[in-house]
């Protein structure tokens, strides 16, 4: 069975920086584009970036760009996601996610918390 | 504000059908056939639905279809079960630049 486990979530103060990790099983992630979406309390989803399967390729939300870097190691196969300059509105649960050119995403993984606050 | 429009809530009795909207632009849902439907229980991650417009995944049942016209894309739901109860989201391919939107959601609720 095919899984996605996203960590490296947690409490930031506002200005700091963290890295997001996700880790496949029952998969091989260098088959995969991967994407990251987000999702802040109570509210909807928003696509922020996504990576080729050989990493190549990297593309960025506007909303974004600058603070993310997206990277993988397909020997490892994760794919990870490092924030800076963290602020208020960063605060949401990280999913990973397969990603197909077409911009349907499947598998997701089950999320994790990134919350900023001081 | 999201970049497409779905209605904030829709609701339904057991065994009836439900019709979620999706509207968007020749940008995105108007310009491609590639419009993706997600369900979101509370607390759970997003499980796809529905990819390039009308396609099913396996595991998902016939009850779930989509389809488009124009500038916008529906999610309709026959037989409206019990666990169908939770948020809907739509997203769309948009060019090779912006790659994705998703719109705002919408909360179904079974009665």
């Known amino acids: 069975q095919v899984h996605l486990v996203e960590s490296g979530g947690g409490l930031v103060n506002p200005g700091g920086s963290l890295t997001l990790s996700c880790a496949a099983s029952?998969?091989?992630?260098?088959?995969?584009?991967m994407t990251w979406i987000r999702q802040a309390p109570g509210k909807g989803l928003e696509w922020l970036s996504y990576?080729?399967?050989?990493?190549?390729?990297?593309i960025y939300a506007d909303s974004v760009k600058g603070r993310l870097t997206v990277s993988r190691d397909n020997a490892r196969n994760s794919v990870y996601l490092e924030i800076n300059s963290l602020r208020a509105e960063d605060t949401a649960v990280y999913y990973c996610?397969?990603?197909?050119?077409?911009?349907?995403?499947?598998?997701w993984g089950q999320g994790t918390l990134v919350t900023v606050s001081s | 504000q999201s970049a497409l429009t779905q209605p904030r809530s829709v609701s339904g009795s057991p065994g009836q059908s439900v019709t979620i909207s999706c509207t968007g632009t020749?940008?995105?849902?108007?310009?491609?056939?590639?419009v993706s439907w997600y369900q979101q229980h509370p607390g759970k991650a997003p499980k796809l639905l529905i990819y390039?417009?009308?396609k099913r995944p396996s595991g998902v049942p016939d009850r779930f279809s989509g389809s488009k016209s124009g500038n916008t894309a529906s999610l309709t739901i026959s037989g409206l079960q019990a666990d169908d109860e939770a948020d809907y989201y739509c997203?769309?391919?948009?060019?090779?630049?912006?790659?994705?939107?998703f719109g705002g959601g919408t909360k179904l609720t079974v009665l």
């Open positions: 996610a397969v990603s197909y050119s077409s911009g349907w995403f499947d598998p």
């Open positions: 029952g998969l091989s992630l260098s088959d995969y584009y």
């Open positions: 990576i080729s399967t050989s990493g190549s390729t990297k």
């Open positions: 020749s940008s995105d849902v108007g310009g491609y056939n590639y």
């Open positions: 390039v417009v009308n």
């Open positions: 997203c769309s391919y948009a060019g090779s630049y912006t790659f994705v939107v």
